[in-house]
């Protein structure tokens, strides 16, 4: 059985850092494809990062998110910073057990086969 479980959340001023941490068990990360998403009030869920061999963020994210696994914890970071107001969301933790085909569809909610049920992100202006 497959859990995710998501944490690091909270509040923070604009400018301010934050490291989501994304606890699996039940998979082997090596293995895996791992991605995050999130979803602001009133939005749809959209792509934020995901990684197996590779990286991989929404463009407009580069060079202030990064994503890492740590294998032998078998957890996932999202490490943010340069927060913005507009970062508001709720953050999710995705999984599948293989890696993709093509790479572009770690980007599509579709591939990722469990899910985590969240942590929130508020950043203050």
């Known amino acids: 059985q497959v859990q995710l479980v998501e944490s690091g959340g909270g509040l923070v001023q604009a400018g301010g850092s934050l490291r989501l941490s994304c606890a699996a068990s039940?998979?082997?990360?090596?293995?895996?494809?791992m991605g995050w998403f999130r979803q602001a009030p009133g939005k749809e869920r959209e792509f934020v990062a995901a990684i197996t061999d590779t990286t991989y963020f929404l463009d407009s994210l580069k060079g202030r998110f990064t994503i890492s696994r740590d294998n032998a914890r078998n957890t996932v970071y999202l490490q943010m910073n340069n927060l913005k107001p507009e970062d508001t969301a709720v953050y999710y933790c995705a999984a599948n057990r293989y890696h993709p085909y093509d790479s572009g569809w770690l980007r599509l909610q579709s591939h990722y086969d469990y899910w985590g049920l969240g942590t929130h992100v508020t950043v203050s202006s």
């Open positions: 039940g998979l082997t990360l090596s293995t895996s494809s």
